[in-house]
């Protein structure tokens, strides 16, 4: 079974990452996708920002920020946190369908980066065969 690589950047968009995850769960369990559509989400923290800001900063925002959804914290303070976070956020969903499912697999390769959270994320289709194929799988696999 040959797989198909999507790579979405989101940037330092949180909100969007959430909303692109909270869709894909939505498919999976509507369509039976189980694992058939796997994702997986890479945090890169900003390398300058770490190295001139120390790691403890950050780690003591996202846990404020964490303590306050758990009160119920309103939506700004959740976009405060989210507006102060200095990581990259990038999503990588890989498509697994057996050779008899290709028109299923072609539609929702077109479907995806064509809604609304993934459009602007610049999308990329990796197919295999394509020179950064084996980047990408081993980067995939790579992630928890």
Do not use: C
């Amino acid at each position: 079974m040959a797989h198909i690589y999507l790579l979405f950047g989101f940037a330092k968009e949180e909100e969007k990452a959430q909303q692109a995850r909270h869709k894909l769960e939505g498919w999976k369990q509507a369509f039976r996708l189980d694992k058939k559509l796997l994702y997986k989400v890479e945090r890169i923290a900003a390398e300058s920002a770490a190295a001139d800001n120390g790691d403890e900063k950050p780690a003591k925002a996202e846990k404020a920020a964490k303590g306050k959804k758990a009160k119920g914290a309103s939506k700004a303070a959740t976009a405060e946190a989210t507006a102060t976070s200095t990581e990259d956020i990038s999503l990588l969903v890989r498509l697994g369908f057996s050779a008899h499912e290709k028109l299923t697999e072609e539609r929702w390769v077109q479907r995806i980066p064509s809604e609304e959270p993934f459009r602007d994320a610049s999308p990329q289709i990796v197919k295999a065969g394509e020179p950064e194929f084996d980047a990408t799988e081993k980067r995939f696999e790579d992630l928890d």
